[in-house]
Structure formats: structure tokens, C-alpha cells
């Protein structure tokens, strides 16, 4: 049967997700699709044996206004990716897994229990070159609504991530950044007055890609 995303319920989205994984993830070819020129693959290029491992939690829950993600956006004062629009996440401990690590994360920064969360899978590893991280990032559906209480120090504010708009392409967009006197555009989605880009951006372009819509309109459907 066809539903709107809206329509879909918590074991509807685990069922539906489940099997998106069985099929086999979209991958790196998804991700490219937000990769912008001036990375030279980097992002999918060899690790590093120095490289940092790191997760971060894609948390779908169902809200009054349909599915969506929290994002964080990150204090001006962090030494890497101040003022960018992050999934919540950070380092993996010596002593726990990549899934146990996204969820810890993420109840540190968003002050959300996770004990209520299915976790589905892990999507396609992203190398974050600029600051030398292997990132993992997990996909979680919630059982209810997330209660976030934000933690002051890592997050300056929360930015909902409606999938409604993620798969809606007249949000993506292109905007000129200058690293080291170097002047490029990149790729990014547009959600709440925000430009998400980078290797979060990259992510979201996988988790959009399980439901086979990059190139319908928001009001696209899924089979359930």
C-alpha cells in the first residue's frame, strides 16, 4: 500500500527501512552527489591508518508535523566545523562500538534517551579529511517523539531535518565558500534558514537515497 511519509508509523518506517538495507545501501554514489569538486574524493579515497573513528546518530522520529532528523548546530567557539550544521556524534571510546557510540553521543548532546530507539543499520562511512575523522553514521527510528534538552557547551542550536524537505530537490542548492584564499561553490540542502553541507550533507544524500525519491517532489510516497 502507498502512504504519505506523514502516514507512516513507527513500525511501518522500521519495516520499510529494514528492507531498504536488505536490498543493499545506495553508497558512495549517493553520497557523491553532495561532494563538492575541490575534495578530490577525498571523502571516499583511502583511509588514513591515523585516521580518528568517529559516529554519528541519524535519529528519524515522528513528529506532529511528520518524520524528521535533529541536527546540531555547532558553537562559533569549536575549533573545527564552528557555526556548521552537524548530525549529533563525535568519538568512538576504545571500549564501545560504532552503534553504542552515536547513541551515547547523542543522549550528551541532546539530553534525549535513546532507550527507546530501533536501531536499523549503519550507512556508508564518510572520511572527513579537514579534520582527519572516519565518520560512521547510524540510522535509528524512534518509538515516539524526542524530548531534546540541548546541551549549552557542544550545541548552539537545533535544527530540524523534516524528511519531507530532505527529499524534496527544490532544496538543494550551491554556495560560494573561500578556504585559504580559495573561492568554490558546494553543494547543500536548505532547511531551516540553515545551509547543510560537507560531509553531514553527504550523509543525508545516502539516507534520502533509501527512498528511491531524489527526484520527486515532497509529496512523493513510499511503499509500506
Do not use: C
Not at 576504545?94 to 539530553?111: H, K, M, N, P, W
Not at 517523539?145 to 557547551?153: A, I, T
Request: charged share 20%.
Amino acid at each position: 500500500m502507498s502512504r504519505a511519509f506523514s502516514e507512516i508509523d513507527e513500525r511501518q518506517m522500521v519495516e520499510f527501512l529494514t528492507r531498504r538495507f536488505a536490498d543493499g545501501l545506495p553508497g558512495r554514489a549517493a553520497q557523491r552527489v553532495m561532494a563538492h569538486r575541490l575534495a578530490y574524493g577525498r571523502h571516499h579515497g583511502p583511509v588514513p591508518d591515523d585516521a580518528r573513528r568517529a559516529a554519528v546518530l541519524l535519529a528519524l522520529h515522528r513528529t506532529a508535523a511528520g518524520w524528521s532528523i535533529p541536527a546540531i548546530v555547532r558553537p562559533e567557539t569549536m575549533k573545527a566545523h564552528a557555526g556548521q550544521v552537524s548530525l549529533p556524534g563525535g568519538l568512538v571510546e576504545s571500549d564501545e562500538t560504532l552503534v553504542q557510540a552515536a547513541l551515547r553521543e547523542f543522549e550528551e548532546e541532546l539530553g534525549a534517551a535513546t532507550s527507546a530507539m530501533q536501531v536499523i543499520g549503519q550507512l556508508t562511512p564518510v572520511y572527513v579529511f579537514v579534520s582527519g575523522f572516519e565518520v560512521s553514521p547510524v540510522l535509528a527510528v524512534s518509538g515516539g517523539p524526542l524530548v531534546l534538552e540541548p546541551n549549552e557547551h557542544e550545541v548552539a542550536a537545533v535544527l530540524d531535518l523534516p524528511l519531507a524537505e530532505l527529499v524534496d530537490p527544490a532544496r538543494r542548492g550551491r554556495h560560494a565558500i573561500e578556504r585559504r584564499g580559495l573561492a568554490f561553490t558546494v553543494p547543500h540542502f536548505a532547511i531551516g534558514g540553515q545551509q547543510v553541507w560537507g560531509a553531514t550533507s553527504l550523509m543525508l544524500a545516502e539516507f534520502v537515497g533509501l527512498f528511491d525519491i531524489l527526484n520527486e517532489s515532497a509529496q512523493s510516497t513510499v511503499h509500506v
